[in-house]
């Protein structure tokens, strides 16, 4: 047997005893529960309301899908799609808008994400996570300022923590 068949018989050897493991065909994940979610949106529009803010709160699970959306009663007109870009954006680069509106400044290699249909990139939308994934995230629009609705939003998030960690 010359060289080169004993080194084929030797990887199809190795290959017949190593298993080898296919891509798994399903995936398990985590994602917000409608009720969680509910939970997680009136407790954001509730911190802006002690703030003296009218706003709308969106929060969409994991695949930036909406779950939720309340709007006050005065929140403006555009708050609701605003509130809703905002988590989805969240969502999509699994990071909170704000730094995502750090990073794609005019001029930077990122900006160009602000350019992608359906990007909103100003600050107030966060991911939530459990377990170390991500599960949703959350946008609130209405507040004087992205800081404000970041605010709201984080309180949101924080409402709900207990029910986050597994």
């Known amino acids: 047997m010359n060289v080169r068949c004993l080194s084929v018989a030797t990887a199809l050897l190795i290959a017949s005893i190593c298993p080898v493991r296919a891509e798994e065909g399903l995936v ?3 994602s917000l529960g409608p009720e969680l979610a509910l939970d997680l949106a009136r407790a954001a529009l509730a911190n802006c309301r002690t703030r003296g803010y009218q706003v709308a709160v969106a929060v969409v699970d994991r695949f930036g899908v909406t779950q939720v959306m309340l709007r006050d009663r005065f929140a403006g007109p555009h708050t609701p799609s605003t ?3 905002k988590a989805w954006t969240a969502a999509s680069f699994k990071t909170s808008t704000t730094e995502l509106n750090a990073i794609s400044q005019p001029g930077m290699m990122q900006a160009g994400i602000r350019n992608l249909p359906g ?3 100003i600050a107030g939308g966060l991911i939530v996570e459990a ?3 991500l599960v949703g995230a959350v946008g609130v629009s ?3 300022g ?4 970041e605010a709201c939003a984080k309180a949101g998030i924080d409402a709900i923590r207990d029910k986050l960690d597994f």
Not at 146 to 149: L, N, R
Request: net charge negative; aromatic share 6%; glycine share 26%.
């Open 146 to 149: 992205g800081d404000a609705d």
């Open 83 to 85: 509130a809703a870009g």
């Open 28 to 30: 398990a994940y985590k």
């Open 142 to 144: 209405g507040a004087p």
């Open 131 to 133: 377990g170390g994934s």
């Open 119 to 121: 990007a909103v990139v």
